[in-house]
Nanobody, 112 residues
Framework: QVQLVESGGGLVQPGGSLRLSCAASGSISSINAMGWYRQAPGKQRELVARITGGVYADSVKGRFTISGDNAKNMVYLQMNSLKPEDTAMYYC?????????WGQGTQVTVSS
């Protein structure tokens, strides 16, 4: 089994920064199969960034950076120049053998 625990969310003013962390445990073969998604109220869950290929959503390119530590099974999302439209629940994701694993999410709210 795989367990994912996110942390680092909170309330931040527009233009501010946050760093999200995801601690992975269990049957993790590589953090390269991990990424971050987000879901705003009334909207579908969407990809934010993935480790493999350095994939980013167009809306966050140049502002967010995904990184990881294989030795610690940790994945991070550095979020800079935050905008109100970045407000959402952010989820850590691990994809293995055609199955998605999700954490419980961490709330990010960007508001003045």
């Amino acid at each position: 089994q795989v367990q994912l625990v996110e942390s680092g969310g909170g309330l931040v003013q527009p233009g501010g920064s946050l760093r999200l962390s995801c601690a992975a445990s269990g049957s993790i073969s590589s953090i390269n199969a991990m990424g971050w998604y987000r879901q705003a109220p009334g909207k579908q869950r969407e990809l934010v960034a993935r480790i493999t290929g350095g994939v980013y959503a167009d809306s966050v390119k140049g502002r967010f950076t995904i990184s990881g530590d294989n030795a610690k099974n940790m994945v991070y999302l550095q979020m800079n120049s935050l905008k109100p439209e970045d407000t959402a629940m952010y989820y850590c994701n691990y994809f293995k053998y055609l199955k998605n694993y999700w954490g419980q999410g961490t709330q990010v709210t960007v508001s003045s």
